[in-house]
C-alpha cells in the first residue's frame, strides 16, 4: 500500500470494530429494521390497492414510492448512527488515556483526526452496501436506474462525512464522550429544524416583496442559504429529481409543506440559460454538498489544529525572536 | 542528549515548572525526584511534545520540542504516568500499531516487536488481548510500546507507580538491561531510593524548581552531618511540633499523618534530650528512633513541601 494512503489508525480501528459479534450484530439489526419497515409499508401500499381499485398495477410509481421510502429511512439511519459513531472517537481515546500516547507518535493530527472519520464512514459505508440487495426491491418494478441509487448513495457518503466531522469536532472540543455525544446530535438536530425555519422565513420575506410586483420572477433563482446547510434539503432536491413530475414528490415528503419542493422537479437538468458553471446553475444538492463539504473540512481542520499538543510560535516561524 | 534551559510552564496565575535547567548526557540515567505536585509530569510533558511551554528550551538531541516536535518524536521513547490500552486489541497487534505510527515498514516492526516482548518477558502472551493483562505486564508493554522506534532517550513517567514489590523488580530489571543498550533514561519518581540504585545523577524539584541535582554520591556528600529522626505520636501532634521548635538543634520538622521527621543536627548524646522534653510535656509518644536512609533524609532535607516549622 502506498505510504501516503496508509494510516494507522484507520487499520487499527477496522480491526477493533470488526473483530466480536457487535459490528454483525449492528448491521444485522440495521438491515432488520430497514426490511421491517419496507415490509410494512409494501403491506399497506397493496392492501389499499386491492382494496380501492381491485386490480394490480405493478406500474413504476409504486417502485418509485418503495425507493423514495427507503431513501429517505435510510437518510434518517445514517444522520442518527453517525453521530454515535464519532462523538466518542477522540474524546474516547481522552478518557481511555491512549491519546496521549497516540499524539507522541510521528501520526500527524490530521491523519488521526481522519483516520477515525474515515473508520466511521467505512462503517456507514458497510451498512448502505449492505442495504443494496433491499433497495433492488425498487429495481423490480423499475422506474429508478441503477444511476439513480449510485447518486443517492454518493450523497448518503457526503452527509456522513459532514455529520461525522461534526461528530469529530465535539469530542475534539468536549472532554467527555457524553457531553460530546449529546452536543453533536443537539447540534444536528438544530441545524436540522432551524435551517428550515429559518430559510422559510427568508423565502416568504423574499417573496413578498413581489406580491404586488407585476414582473414574475422565477422562483428558482433564489434559495436561501440556509438550505445548503441541511442535508436533508439536499436529499429531497435528489429524490424530486430522480422522481420527476411523478405522483410523490419526495421534497413536499420533508419540505413541501412549505412549498419549495418543487424547485427541484421543475427542471431535472439543473441547466438554463446562461453560464452553466456559475453557482446558481448548479441543482440545489449539488450546491447543498458543496457546502456541506466544504464546512466538513473546516471542522475537520479545526480539530486537527486543536488536538496538536504543541504549536509552533508565529513569531518564531516569521524568523523572529527565538523565546527564551 | 536532553538539554533544558529555563523551562517555564504557567497555568493561569500557577506556576507549574520555575525556570528549570537540566542537561542529561547520552547513555546516563537520571532520576528525576520530587513530591506530588512539584511539576515532574509537566515536565516529562514538554519533553514529550504533549505541551507548550509558556518559554524556555528544551532541546532532544539537538532538537525543539516546539519547532521540530516530529524530529522529537522519532528520538524520544515516552511512557506516561497513567495509561489505556485499547480493547479488542491483542498484545502483537498493539505493537504493530504503535511502531506503523511510527511510520516503521511492517518487516521491521515485527521484527522489533518481537525482541521487544523478549525484553519484557511478555513472549508467551504475544497473542493475548491487551486489556487481559494485569497491570505490570500493561506497565512492561507500555514500556515495549514506547522502545519500538529505537529511541535514543527513553522517557519513563513514574514507571513502578502502582505496582507491586515483584513488578517493581522487574522492572528494575529490564531497565538496567536498557542501561547496557545505552540508552540515556529520564525516570521519575516520588520516591528516591527507587531510583537512587539505578541512577547515575538524579535531580530534586520542588514547587516546579530544581532544588537539587547531581550524582547521588555528590549530593549526599553536600548532606551530610544531619540526622533524621521519626518519631510517632498517638494524637496531641500541633503541641509535640511547638515542642520540638523550642529545641535548639531541630532544624526541620515533616508531618506525615501521626508521623513528625525531624532533621536534627546534634550527637547521639543529644538526642536522649530530645526525647526527655517530649515525655516531659507528657506526649503519647509510641515510637522515637533515628531513620535510617540517607535518601530520604536528602529528600526530606531538600523539598519542603509539608514542613511545619522553622
Redo the contacts between chains.
Sequence with gaps: MK?WL?N??L??EL??KM??WRTAAAVSTYLGIMLLISYLYFNMTFNNVYRYRNTFDANYSIGLQIYTMLAILQFALIILITPAQTAGSISGER????L????????SSIGIIMGKLISSMSFIFLLIIASIPIFSLALLFGGIAPSDIIMLFAFYMITAFAIGSIGIFCSVMFKRTVTSTVVSYLTIFILGILTVIIGVNMLSSYYSKFVNSATAVDPKFYTPFVFYLNPAIGLADILARQSGNSTIDAATLISGVFGFGYYGSSNPSGVVAGNRWAWNQWSLWLRNAVVMLSIAVALLAASAWKIK?????LR?KMGGT??? | MLVIKELVKKYGKFTAVDNLNLEIEQGNIFGFVGPNGAGKTTTIKIIATLMQPTSGIVKVDGMDVVREPMKVRERMGYMPDFFGVYDNLKVCEYLDFYGSSYGIPYRERKKTADQLLELVDLSHKKDSYVDSLSRGMKQRLCLARSLIHNPKLLVLDEPASGLDPRARIEMKGILRELRGMNKTILISSHILSELAEMCDTIGIIENGKMVIDGSVDDIMRRITGRTLVRLKLMDRLEEAVNVLKEQPMVEGIVQEGNTLEITYDGEDQDLWKLLKALVDHKLPIISFGKADGNLEKIFMEVTKGEEVAL
Design positions: 505510504k496508509y494507522p489508525v487499520e487499527s480491526k477493533i473483530r466480536g478518557e481511555k488515556q491512549t496521549d500516547l497516540l499524539l507522541c507518535t510521528k501520526m499538543p504543541v504549536h509552533r510560535p518564531n527565538s523565546n527564551g
